[in-house]
């Protein structure tokens, strides 16, 4: 018997890292690896936030803080999304964490019980199944689909609901499809989980990053009808290009607020203090550069999706938001070849040294995430490896007949 507590068994590695792991190790020995597996902008952090970074060191501001975060950063979250989405909450309704990541795995285990049902959607960013199940909750998958664009339908969700049901969990942009959830939904949503007493909690770590004019204001929707019940978990990381710096947020009612720094005070207490600096220079100084960035990201994105469906064997919908495409790839697949995309995307790094995350780890076999977060000259070049194994594998004929 293993000696490690059960709920070890119950989860795996994440897949992301582990991908970035391979990658990593490939390019120390020397190859030129191009590295699409990354869910993290290529830009350089914004020099105002690096600024105030280099005045926190300069002023000693090095020592501990409040776990929950400084009061002058919790109120920065609260102006942001005042100006943003039109809602107000106090600083005393934030926490501030290490990542959107340590918002939802806080949330998970200050809200969810052994026996809980957590709904939320497929393909999902893996973290997202694997926090509930080391809350000792049950993630329950609703699949979304590839031939209506992963659209979250409210429907599938409600009829998901069981007695045992704690909570609904909702990305959007969603990693790694892209898809959005519409306000109108959104709201169906609300409306049955206050009818029933259910948390709805938003991993809204993507925010920023949506494309088309659409609206998306899902935090005022759920704060006009069920204010006392919702969730809403995001960072700098993906919208100020500042992954490495662990900001990340909980919005919420105070109580659970509260429980959620009693986790964090027992675990990893305040984040970096040099960080929170940093953090409140990128939520009240200058916007533009998000845009700067959200115009660069929809024209990398509209390339590499013309480069890839040149193909026809890759079949992939144009992504309303984050900075990954999904590409499906089974009829590239076949019992004498390459037999899932787990081992496509080891075959993609072994021969053409392109990383690529595989769909299994997404709850999505048959798919892979390819990021274009990165420049589009090596996104050409990744692309351009791409087709050239597409061909070889044709050549060497193993595929299965085109659908
Ligand atoms: C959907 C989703 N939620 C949360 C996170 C975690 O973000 P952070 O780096 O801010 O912890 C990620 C990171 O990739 C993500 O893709």
């Avoid at 970035?20 to 490939?26: I, P, V």
């Avoid at 009061?71 to 309704?93: C, H, N, S, T």
């Avoid at 199940?133 to 998958?141: F, G």
């Amino acid at each position: 018997m293993s000696s490690f507590a059960s709920r070890m068994s119950r989860v795996v590695a994440s897949p992301t890292l582990k991908v970035a792991a391979e990658a990593d190790r490939l390019r120390r020995s020397g190859v030129d690896v191009v590295d699409l597996g990354a869910g993290e902008p290529d830009f350089a952090t914004p020099e105002h936030v690096k600024d105030a970074a280099h005045k926190a060191l300069d002023a000693n501001f090095t020592k501990y803080t409040p776990s929950a975060g400084v009061m002058e950063l919790r109120d920065a979250v609260a102006q942001r999304y005042k100006i943003d989405y039109g809602v107000e909450f106090k600083p005393e309704e934030v926490i501030i964490t290490a990542g959107a990541k340590q918002a939802l795995y806080n949330t998970a285990m200050a809200l969810f019980d052994p026996g809980d049902e957590v709904i939320t959607t497929g393909p999902f960013w893996p973290s997202i199944g694997d926090q509930i199940k080391l809350a000792d909750a049950k993630p329950v998958i609703v699949q979304t689909h590839m031939e209506d664009g992963f659209t979250i339908h409210a429907a599938p969700l409600i009829d998901a609901i069981t007695p045992r049901t704690k909570a609904i969990l909702v990305n959007s942009p969603c990693n790694p499809t892209g898809a959005l959830m519409s306000e109108a939904e959104m709201a169906k949503i609300a409306d049955a989980a206050s009818a029933r007493g259910l948390w709805v909690i938003v991993d809204f770590t993507y925010e920023k990053l949506i494309y088309e004019p659409v609206k998306h204001n899902l935090i005022k929707v759920l704060f006009e009808r069920m204010r006392d019940k919702t969730v809403v978990c995001s960072a700098t990381s993906k919208a100020y290009a500042m992954t490495g710096w662990r900001c990340g947020w909980a919005i919420a009612p105070k109580d659970v607020i509260t429980q959620c720094n009693v986790i964090q005070g027992h675990s990893t207490s305040n984040i970096n203090s040099i960080t929170q600096k940093a953090a409140i220079a990128a939520l009240t100084g200058p916007q533009d550069g998000v845009t700067t960035m959200l115009n660069e990201y929809r024209r990398r994105r509209d390339a590499v999706h013309a480069w890839l469906t040149a193909d026809p064997r890759i079949v992939c919908i144009k992504p309303g938001g984050a900075f990954y495409l999904f590409p499906y790839i089974a009829d590239l697949l076949s019992p004498s070849g390459i037999k899932s995309s787990g081992e496509f995307a080891e075959a993609l790094l072994k021969e053409v040294a392109v990383a690529v995350t595989p769909g299994e780890g997404f709850n999505a076999p048959g798919f892979f995430r390819l990021s274009y977060a990165t420049s589009i000259e090596r996104l050409k070049e990744g692309c351009d490896r791409i087709t050239t194994f597409v061909q070889k594998l044709e050549s060497s004929g193993k595929l299965t007949a085109a659908r």
